[in-house]
């Protein structure tokens, strides 16, 4: 192309489609044009050979229709690509193509070689200078005068872009209505909340107003209205105290409004208080004078209606808080309120009116002076001890107070007992003398009657409250003695059941932590009282006052002297004589000092204790040792009480003692009554239900079975003689036939019939068990010849018979209960063609056998029985038995002798003896 002219060069060079067209497939439309361009190019290029004479230019020209064809495919792929549908993005529209060439200066080899010469300092290619430098561009003019800039409104944004404008502009407008409604919002509201509190304030007043003009209106009329605008008031002034900003938000009309009902509020306030309610206070202070009886409570009534009186007379010696609070009782009652809701009001109401007393003098009362002086004359009659003593307990309200059970805890609750619900108040404790103490160093109103309202005047340098509190210190210290004195002989310590029970409790009394070291430990946190200074500047004078009483001391003797002894209370010197036996002297620093009582108490209670569990463990008579042992405790106890004071030994007498008082009379007693229980469900319910209804036991159809007759009487280890020996074998001795109470034991309250028992049992158990652990009666039988017609006598027990044929008599050995079946008796007699049987049977079918013979004795160690036979004209049948031991179960009613009772031991019985 380097042969066309400027004008030929600014053509437009490629392809256009039409703008309506589809072009469904753009890659075989891109190929078909670009054909077209070459064949172009092809024809440009033979002309163009025919005018060059270069052969390096001719070169390049043959060269170039080559390169361009190359680009045929890449072309067709790329707008292919391009134009393909996209569920992504926007298909683009595809106008043409085009080829072009900006502007050029030489060639652009040499341009790099320029650059790398320059870079590495190289010198310049003498021929660069030589070519043509001459700017030149091709198919660009026209490309834009024609193609571009007409098309230049087919130029639109993409969706994705659309959409992204639109959010920005939604995001900018939302931004934009956001502020305004961040500015006219609170001011919408502010001016809507500001239009109710107009509204509600109108409705507040006109409500008041209306009240106030009903034709039927009176002081309650009066004091409805009154109730509904201080309502309004006290909204008004939560409003006001809000944050707000006038036209933009919050109540900014509140405060105007405050204004004017409070205004309006007070007016018609003054009017009430100075009309009923005034009356209603005159008539209390009048009412002084006509008491029949000025008690504490009638004068402490009486004494702040007067004061009030005289404060709303005379603003200056206005208390708001305290006139307040009184003016609403009055207010009350001359109102008749008595629900909550009222008094709250009234509250308001008090606090709004003595508030504007305090800031206006011309809310005051008129002074009556009769009044007043009538009020006064009563005065002298008042016990002005016990008001001021009640105020002063009032200071300690809230302590609680201490009771047994705050000291006995745990285990050692179980023993100890208090009469009366006997409790210290928390008045008289530790923590309520220090609430007292400030009350005492720094008398206030409570202590000391206020001159003025009494119309007196104080003389020169002269304290009411600093001799109240003097006198009431006193009184205080005398009630805390008393009170813990109760305490203490309040108290009591629960009595054993059992020697068991007995040891335990003295195993938990003599605790180093147990609970006579807790008790008087709180004895001893109570009543050692601080009474030093608590203000920090009476602290002072006192380390002054003792460090020169020091300096003083040691000046004088020439030495160091000891420091100065702790100040103590009275109620610690009243319990002064106790405190030294519960700590001794070691409370004082003396670092050898002895025992102390308490301490040496406790010993002789673990020593009792070990001495009562060493008996109770070897199972050795309890009684002389029982004895010696209380009595050595008892007098060692009694001598460490005879060392303190008469009034301390009479407070610790009884707790001292008890629990050795009632280690023998409440042991002794609990264990026999415990005897009959015992004895009743372990073993009289057994023999009631299994054996004193049944065969042998009584004559009944049923019978005890051997297993339950060998279980009851078994020797040792039955359930009768199991609880002989577990209960009574220490008590019990026998002596021939009969169980007796053994020398050293205590007297038993046992029942003769329960005694009986035993021997009757203690007779069954020997003839039927013997010396072994199961039943066995040995015995032999003789039977004699009965008659020529009878050829043959068996006597068969439990399976095993003994066998008479007319032979010689002699004696043939048995033995019950047999290891063979069946269990019974049975007596068999076989003759000349006749066979007769009397069957007894069962586990006491021979006993059953021998009562139809008749068993009994004859006097000569045995007994003998005979039985008739059921065949007429046959005589009966006699056999004799020999028991093998002269104590046997065949004598008849052996068994039914048995008669034991539900009660061991006699419903009147005590222990006997009794303790120093």
């Known amino acids: 192309f380097g042969e066309l002219t400027r004008a030929q060069g600014g053509q437009a060079w490629g392809a256009r489609f039409a703008l309506g067209g589809n072009l469904e497939e753009p890659g075989p439309a891109i190929e078909a044009e670009f054909d077209t361009l070459a064949a172009v190019l092809h024809s440009r290029m033979l002309q163009r050979l025919s005018n060059e004479s270069l052969p390096e230019v001719r070169a390049k020209i043959l060269q170039f229709p080559v390169e361009f064809q190359s680009l045929k495919k890449p072309l067709a792929h790329f707008v292919e690509e391009l134009c393909r549908p996209n569920p992504y993005q926007e298909t683009p529209l595809l106008r043409g193509f085009y080829f072009c060439s900006g502007t050029q200066t030489g060639r652009a080899l040499d341009r790099v070689l320029e650059n790398m010469a320059r870079g590495f300092n190289l010198p310049r290619a003498p021929e660069a200078s030589e070519r043509n430098t001459t700017p030149q561009s091709y198919f660009v003019t026209e490309l834009f005068q024609r193609v571009i800039f007409p098309d230049r409104h087919l130029a639109v944004r993409s969706l994705s872009r659309t959409r992204k404008t639109t959010r920005t502009q939604a995001l900018v407008a939302g931004l934009v209505l956001f502020a305004m409604l961040l500015v006219l919002t609170p001011a919408a509201l502010s001016y809507a909340r500001n239009a109710r509190l107009v509204r509600s304030t109108l409705r507040d007043v006109n409500a008041a107003v209306k009240l106030e003009q009903a034709p039927t209106a009176?002081?309650?009329?009066?004091?409805?209205?009154?109730?509904?605008?201080?309502?309004?008031?006290?909204?008004?002034?939560?409003?006001?105290?809000?944050?707000?900003?006038?036209?933009?938000?919050?109540?900014?009309?509140?405060?105007?409004?405050?204004?004017?009902?409070?205004?309006?509020?007070?007016?018609?306030?003054?009017?009430?208080?100075?009309?009923?309610?005034?009356?209603q206070l005159v008539a209390d202070v009048r009412s002084i004078g006509d008491l029949a009886r000025m008690d504490a409570e009638n004068f402490r009534t009486s004494y702040d209606d007067l004061k009030l009186y005289l404060m709303l007379c005379r603003p200056e010696r206005l208390v708001p808080e305290w006139a307040a609070e009184r003016l609403a009782?009055?207010?009350?009652?001359?109102?008749?309120?008595?629900?909550?809701?009222?008094?709250?009001?009234?509250?308001?109401?008090?606090?709004?009116?003595?508030?504007?007393?305090?800031?206006d003098r011309r809310y005051a009362f008129k002074e009556d002076p009769a009044v007043v002086s009538?009020?006064?004359?009563?005065?002298?009659?008042?016990?002005?001890?016990?008001?001021?003593?009640?105020?002063?307990?009032?200071?300690?309200?809230?302590?609680?107070?201490?009771?047994?059970?705050?000291?006995?805890?745990?285990?050692?609750?179980?023993?100890?007992?208090?009469?009366?619900?006997?409790?210290?108040?928390?008045?008289?404790?530790?923590?309520?003398?220090?609430?007292?103490?400030?009350?005492?160093?720094?008398?206030?109103?409570?202590?000391?009657?206020?001159?003025?309202?009494?119309?007196?005047?104080?003389?020169?340098?002269?304290?009411?409250?600093?001799?109240?509190?003097?006198?009431?210190?006193?009184?205080?210290?005398?009630?805390?003695?008393?009170?813990?004195?109760?305490?203490?002989a309040g108290l009591s310590v629960r009595a054993p059941t059992d020697v068991r029970g007995a040891i335990e409790e003295l195993r938990v009394l003599s605790?180093?932590?147990?609970?006579?070291?807790?008790l008087f430990r709180v004895i001893g946190e109570n009543t050692r009282l601080d009474v030093s200074p608590s203000s920090l500047l009476e602290k002072g004078k006192e380390a002054v006052a003792s460090k020169l009483a020091e300096v003083a001391s040691a000046v004088a003797a020439g030495s160091a002297a000891p420091p100065p002894p702790r100040p103590i209370s009275p109620v610690e010197q009243d319990f002064g004589s106790l405190l030294r036996f519960a700590f001794g002297n070691?409370?004082?620093?003396?670092?050898?000092?002895?025992?102390?009582?308490?301490?040496?108490?406790?010993?002789?209670?673990?020593?009792?204790?070990?001495?009562?569990?060493?008996?109770?463990?070897?199972?050795?008579?309890?009684?002389?040792?029982?004895?010696?042992?209380?009595?050595?405790?008892?007098?060692?106890?009694?001598?460490?009480?005879?060392?303190?004071?008469?009034?301390?030994?009479?407070?610790?007498?009884?707790?001292?003692?008890?629990p050795i008082r009632g280690s023998r009379a409440g042991v002794v007693q609990a264990d026999y009554?415990?005897?009959?229980?015992?004895?009743?469900?372990?073993?009289?319910?057994?023999?009631?239900?299994?054996?004193?209804?049944?065969?042998?036991?009584?004559?009944?159809?049923?019978?005890?079975?051997?297993?339950?007759?060998?279980?009851?009487?078994?020797?040792?280890?039955?359930?009768?003689?199991?609880?002989?020996?577990?209960?009574?074998?220490?008590?019990?001795?026998?002596?021939?036939?009969?169980?007796?109470?053994?020398?050293?034991?205590?007297?038993?309250?046992?029942?003769?019939?329960?005694?009986?028992?035993l021997n009757v049992a203690q007779e069954i158990t020997e003839a039927v068990f013997g010396g072994g652990a199961e039943p066995l009666v040995r015995f032999d039988v003789q039977m004699h010849p009965v008659s020529s017609a009878i050829a043959e006598v068996q006597l068969v027990v439990d399976g095993k018979a003994a066998i008479y044929r007319n032979e010689p008599e002699r004696w043939m050995p048995m033995q019950w209960p047999g290891t063979e079946s069946p269990k019974g008796g049975t007596l068999k007699v076989r003759g000349a063609g006749f066979t007769d049987e009397i069957p007894r049977l069962g586990d006491f079918g021979l006993f059953r056998l021998f009562e139809?013979?008749?068993?009994?004795?004859?006097?000569?160690?045995?007994?003998?029985?005979?039985?008739?036979?059921?065949?007429?004209?046959?005589?009966?049948?006699?056999?004799?038995?020999?028991?093998?031991?002269?104590?046997?179960?065949?004598?008849?009613?052996?068994?039914?002798?048995?008669?034991?009772?539900?009660?061991?031991?006699?419903?009147?019985?005590?222990?006997?003896?009794?303790?120093?």
Not at 458 to 470: M, N
């Open 218 to 279: 009176s002081t309650q009329a009066t004091a409805a209205a009154l109730d509904r605008l201080v309502g309004r008031v006290q909204s008004l002034e939560r409003e006001k105290e809000s944050t707000h900003v006038r036209g933009l938000f919050g109540p900014y009309l509140a405060e105007e409004l405050y204004e004017r009902v409070k205004g309006a509020y007070l007016e018609r306030l003054h009017r009430l208080v100075s009309g009923p309610v005034r009356a």
């Open 329 to 359: 009782y009055t207010w009350a009652r001359a109102l008749r309120a008595q629900t909550p809701g009222d008094e709250r009001t009234l509250i308001a109401h008090a606090r709004y009116f003595v508030n504007a007393l305090a800031a």
């Open 374 to 488: 009538r009020a006064l004359r009563e005065r002298v009659l008042v016990p002005l001890d016990e008001l001021q003593y009640e105020w002063l307990a009032e200071s300690a309200r809230g302590v609680p107070s201490i009771r047994p059970e705050n000291v006995f805890i745990g285990t050692a609750a179980a023993y100890w007992e208090a009469r009366d619900n006997v409790e210290v108040p928390g008045l008289y404790t530790a923590r309520g003398f220090q609430e007292v103490k400030k009350a005492l160093e720094e008398p206030d109103g409570r202590l000391g009657l206020e001159p003025w309202v009494l119309g007196q005047a104080l003389p020169e340098g002269a304290d009411t409250r600093t001799a109240s509190a003097e006198r009431l210190r006193s009184l205080y210290f005398r009630r805390y003695t008393q009170a813990w004195s109760a305490f203490i």
């Open 511 to 518: 605790e180093s932590e147990g609970p006579y070291v807790r």
């Open 586 to 658: 070691a409370a004082s620093g003396q670092a050898d000092a002895a025992p102390s009582g308490l301490s040496q108490y406790l010993a002789q209670l673990s020593t009792l204790e070990v001495a009562l569990s060493q008996l109770v463990e070897s199972n050795a008579e309890p009684t002389r040792e029982f004895e010696a042992e209380l009595a050595r405790t008892a007098s060692a106890v009694q001598r460490l009480l005879a060392g303190l004071d008469a009034r301390t030994r009479l407070l610790l007498e009884p707790l001292l003692m008890n």
């Open 673 to 757: 009554s415990a005897l009959g229980e015992r004895w009743k469900a372990e073993v009289w319910e057994i023999y009631n239900e299994k054996i004193a209804p049944r065969y042998p036991f009584a004559e009944a159809p049923a019978e005890v079975s051997l297993a339950e007759f060998a279980e009851f009487f078994r020797p040792d280890s039955g359930i009768l003689w199991k609880f002989f020996k577990e209960n009574l074998e220490m008590r019990l001795e026998r002596k021939g036939t009969q169980f007796v109470p053994r020398a050293a034991a205590d007297p038993l309250p046992l029942r003769s019939d329960f005694l009986q028992c």
């Open 852 to 916: 139809a013979g008749g068993v009994k004795g004859t006097g000569k160690g045995t007994l003998a029985g005979s039985w008739a036979l059921t065949r007429p004209g046959q005589p009966p049948v006699t056999i004799d038995i020999k028991p093998a031991k002269s104590v046997h179960p065949f004598t008849r009613g052996f068994f039914r002798r048995l008669r034991c009772p539900a009660q061991a031991t006699a419903a009147s019985a005590v222990a006997a003896g009794g303790m120093p």
